[in-house]
């Protein structure tokens, strides 16, 4: 009994000392593993994200390689916490954007717009049928006609995958909307040149966009600022963007001009100007 009130008396007072005195949290480590860096964990998601058939040995060689010590169960934690997909399926599978991009140098479009001309008859529709190389954005004009039909679509297939000169040589695949002009004679002249047509759905003009987006911008940016008297004007005016639109206009999609003239020279910055000044650029002019 007095061994116990000794204890109670000798500890009571002096328990918080004691405790404080030998308390150690402020050194411990927190339990687990240390964290790696953010840096890290971005490299990780990067290489990923960028190869979706690589697995967790074979992203943690690559971390290795790169000089960070990475073990796979770090790596496959960090890819779950990011929301990558842990299917072990996932390695068969592929997305669209990656498809579109396998095949990249072998996709083109054709696409029709109409243009309006005011003749002295009165308005006057012609037909405008284009290409365009979706890797490149690169276009070409292939006809202008009051009213196409099945004979000059047929005419017009055999300029596209004529073998030294046609726009789609080289190409595999050609996407284009279900516009009843591209026939299914116009189809066989393009299979038969191994080229695979390609038709979008109803009403999804945006699974079209490249060439859709080149109508946008001839219109927006010259064809509705101009009246046109002549199917002769209209060749000329056509020309004449072309000429802007491969060699001086900057193509956001690509963040460059798509066949630059001038490229590489440092001299005084000079304007070009087309159409009356309609089409403007700048360039650096030779030394």
């Not at 000794?6 to 480590?29: E, S, W």
């Not at 299917?87 to 990249?104: G, L, Q, V, Y």
């Not at 726009?167 to 004679?185: A, C, M, S, W």
């Amino acid at each position: 009994m007095i061994s116990e009130v000794f204890v109670v008396i000798f500890m009571g007072p002096n328990c918080g000392l004691v405790a404080q005195k030998y308390d150690g949290t402020k050194h411990r480590r927190k339990p687990g593993r240390p964290p790696i860096s953010r840096t890290i964990e971005d490299m990780i998601v990067r290489i990923a994200s960028k190869n979706p058939a690589w697995g967790h040995f074979r992203i943690e060689g690559q971390m290795k390689h790169l000089g960070y010590n990475v073990s796979r169960t770090t790596i496959g934690c960090v890819l779950a916490r990011r929301g990558f997909d842990p299917d072990p399926e996932i390695r068969k599978r592929t997305t669209w954007m990656n498809f579109i991009r396998s095949h990249w140098e072998t996709l083109a479009a054709i696409v029709f717009f109409t243009v309006e001309i005011h003749t002295w008859r009165g308005l006057m529709r012609y037909m405008v049928l284009f290409a365009v190389e979706l890797c490149s954005r690169k276009v070409e004009i292939t006809g202008i006609i009051p009213q196409a039909n099945g004979e000059w679509m047929k005419q017009m297939g055999r300029n596209f995958s004529d073998p030294i000169s046609g726009f789609l040589r080289g190409k595999r695949y050609v996407i284009h909307d279900r516009d009843p002009l591209f026939t299914r004679e116009f189809a066989q002249i393009l299979k038969t040149a191994c080229i695979q047509v390609v038709k979008t759905p109803k009403q999804s003009p945006n699974l079209n966009a490249y060439a859709e987006r080149f109508v946008r911008s001839i219109r927006e940016e010259c064809l509705s600022k101009i009246i046109l008297s002549s199917e002769k004007q209209l060749r000329h005016v056509l020309s004449q963007y072309l000429e802007y639109y491969h060699h001086e206009r900057i193509q956001q999609g690509i963040s460059k001009i798509i066949e630059p003239r001038h490229d590489g020279c440092k001299g005084g910055i000079a304007s070009i100007e087309r159409l009356g000044a309609l089409l403007k650029s700048y360039c650096r002019q030779a030394a």
